[in-house]
């Protein structure tokens, strides 16, 4: 295509392209323009405060102790290790909260497709009034119920291997030396076992056969499987010792009431939100799959497993993603109820230190890599299920 050079050129004010560009540099110009404001307005109020702007604080000895810890802390450390104390106890709570709530919302989103009348009802009142309060109150009223626990020597055991006190809950652990070597070996069974899992649908897809050996050697994984984390892992049950009228509790692991609150509290309140979005997803699916299934004499339970959930993770995964987020960011609520995550000491941090900035750019960065995180993995794991097109 040539252009006409005796064509009248079109005026720089009419033209699209330059307006579209000009636009972008403008607001571009004014976002720079407040950051530069805010910085120069917050280094003179730091200057006026007699406090140069800077991470040297982190090197400074703490001075204070906190509810529990993981790795070691003492008051006499600097306050890098006791904010990386709260770091790993944020973590552990969004690690078993983003697991326990997957399970929990996705048995209840299917229990409204169960053919159990009761069932529907529990799962439907449970998801009401969970989504209808709000989560500060749900943490407290938690919180409320694990202190009126009774004191050791009242415990309520669980097959005398789970033990519910005011000093916390007592569970099983695994206290084998060789546990990491297990572990590892369980990662690479998993592995093994989705790579014979793919090669037999691909046979049977392909070939027509009955995948017969792989689902034998799918089953031989599973059983030694088992067999590790039974008696491999070597699990040390809490016992009672001591008198009868002054019984202490040793073994095992011992999760605080703090602890204990925060994650049962995060996990309903978020569980009640991925159940409606399990259910959605659940009826986006066809109905013609659902009797295309039943018609080929498939139970319920297998129709679900097989055919619907499947189908219905399309849905699912990306709104999925938004919950774990929110699960992850609504654990600094933890100070509600005095559990030590990064928030929690990085407010009495804070406090004693006076580097307030210092400390918020901390914490806004290190829940802003987190949430990348999780948001790439869940990114990954949507383009999986997702149909692929030729």
Known sequence: MTTNPNQPKIPLWRDDRFWKIAF????LVIVIAIISIFTIN???NLQRSGIRFGFGFLNSTAGFAIGESIIPYQPTDPYRQVLLAGLVNTLRVMFFGIILTTIVGIVAGISYFSGNWLVRQIGLVYVEIVRNTPLLLQLLFWYGI?????????????????FLTQRGIF??????SLIWVWLGFLAIAAIASFVIW???????????????PQLIALGIIALVSLLIILFGFGWEVPAIIGSENN??????????????????????????????IVRAGIQSVAKGQWEAARSLGLKSGLVMRLVVFPQALRVIIPPLNSQYLNLAKNSSLAIAVAYADLYNVANTTFNQSGRA????????ATYLTINLIISLFMNFLNRRVQLQER
């Open 146 to 162: 694990f202190l009126q626990l009774p004191p050791v020597r009242d415990r309520l055991g669980v097959f005398n291997a789970i």
């Open 357 to 364: 900035v210092e400390v918020m750019l901390i914490i806004m």
């Open 198 to 212: 793919k090669q037999r649908t691909k046979i049977m897809v392909e070939k027509g056969v009955s995948g017969q």
């Open 42 to 44: 917050l280094n003179q």
């Open 24 to 27: 972008q540099v403008i607001i």
């Open 247 to 276: 019984p202490i509790l040793r073994g095992g692991l011992r999760l605080t009431i703090e602890f204990s609150a925060l994650l049962v509290g995060l996990v309903f309140y978020t569980a009640a939100y991925i159940a409606e």
């Open 171 to 176: 569970i099983p652990w695994p206290s084998s």
